[in-house]
């Protein structure tokens, strides 16, 4: 007597998907037409994208911008990258969680920068005073992190210290109305 104790078959492209599951949820059918959308909401800032030509989907955060920079002496730089526009009637909350070291890693700054801005019906751009939290200050010679308002325009720079290669790498989240 045989008995069958695995089988596997491969699903061909362009056959039926039964289901799809998230890690919260039930299990999703397909529709009457064997369509599954997976849709980001605009209030939470998340987007899918598919590409049909790499049968893939990205799920992307819309409120969040990450960059990698480096510096190798004490002049400002602004971090373009993280250039956050301020349209009109808007008011938003800007976090910037900051880590860098020096090249050999042997010293680092890291921690939380918040700032808040606005910009009026009138087209009228402010920048509230910022605020720092859990800083670790350990490199010498003190590297810095600023926000400044360039036209109408939330600008992030650092400032490394003299004849030191530092590498930065700053997360951007924001939440606005």
């Known amino acids: 007597m045989s008995q069958l104790l695995s089988t596997s078959s491969a699903i061909a492209p ?4 039964i289901e799809i599951t998230g890690n919260t949820g039930g299990a999703v059918p397909p529709d009457g037409v064997g369509n599954i959308n997976i849709v980001g909401a605009v209030d939470s800032f998340v987007t899918v994208t598919g590409d049909p030509g790499t049968n893939t989907l990205e799920i992307s955060l819309l409120n969040q911008l990450v960059a990698v920079v480096q510096t190798t002496d004490a002049t400002p730089l602004i971090v373009t990258a993280l250039d956050f526009p301020l349209t009109v009637g808007r008011a938003v909350n800007i976090s910037y969680e900051i880590v860098a070291a020096v090249s050999d890693y042997s010293q680092m700054y890291a921690g939380t920068l918040g700032q808040s801005a606005s910009r009026d019906t009138g087209g009228v ?6 605020f ?19 036209g109408n325009t939330v600008r992030f720079q650092v400032t490394g210290v003299a004849a030191t290669t530092i590498n930065w790498k700053i ?6 109305i």
């Open 171 to 176: 997360v951007l989240q924001f939440l606005s």
């Open 132 to 150: 720092f939290n859990n800083f670790i200050e350990g490199i010498a010679g003190l590297p810095s992190t600023t926000c400044v308002l360039v």
């Open 125 to 130: 751009s402010t920048l509230q005073p910022g």
């Open 14 to 17: 362009g056959s039926a998907v």
